[in-house]
């Protein structure tokens, strides 16, 4: 199953790519459409603070539970879980339970905020990992997409120990 994604530009001449997804968050009546940078050198997926208060978000009140800095900037981080649906080439939805960081700038200021408004949502490779997303991009053809791996088989550590086929021990015998 493969997962397209968008390759254009972002604040310069570079290509990036971008996945496009439909974000929920129940626990913050949050539902919109989201375009986030594809990032394979960011631990975690992120919602950027300006993506945070289009959506409503109150990023005033909101917990601070990390610290993560990015783009040279300081942010308090709140882990939210969250529903971020997907369309695969057939345009199936395809659905990932996953927990999404929303950046807060440790200082809330109204320059602070207009700073990093250039700051994008990120999908990183916690959602690759979880979810076993290969993320291919072809910068060529300008094409990406992610694409689904099957889960591994149990390696020979994990699988059920096999007891070895033994022998009855002979009446009065003694082991050791």
């Known amino acids: 199953m ?6 254009g530009n972002f604040y310069s001449d570079r290509k990036v790519v971008f996945a496009n997804f439909f974000l929920r968050i129940p626990s ?9 940078v594809v990032d394979s050198g960011s631990p975690f997926t992120s919602i950027s603070t300006r ?6 978000i109150p990023i005033k009140t909101l ?23 997907f369309r695969d080439e057939a345009n199936n939805v395809v659905k990932f339970e996953h927990d999404v960081r929303i950046l807060v700038p440790t200082k809330l200021d109204s320059a602070t905020i207009a700073q990093v408004q250039d700051i994008p949502s990120l999908v990183g490779t916690d959602l690759m990992e979880d ?9 060529s053809a300008l ?6 791996n099957p889960p591994e088989p149990p390696s020979a550590s994990q699988a059920a120990p096999v007891i070895p086929h033994s022998q009855p021990i002979a009446q009065g015998a003694v082991t050791v």
């Open 2 to 7: 493969r997962i397209p994604l968008t390759v």
């Open 28 to 36: 913050m009546r949050v539902a919109h459409a989201l375009s986030a």
């Open 51 to 56: 993506d945070a208060l289009a959506f409503g």
């Open 63 to 85: 917990d601070k539970e990390t610290v993560t800095r990015l783009a040279g900037f300081t942010f308090y981080g709140k882990n939210v879980k969250g529903a971020l649906n």
């Open 131 to 139: 979810e076993r997303l290969t993320f291919t991009y072809n910068p």
């Open 143 to 148: 094409s990406a997409y992610f694409e689904r």
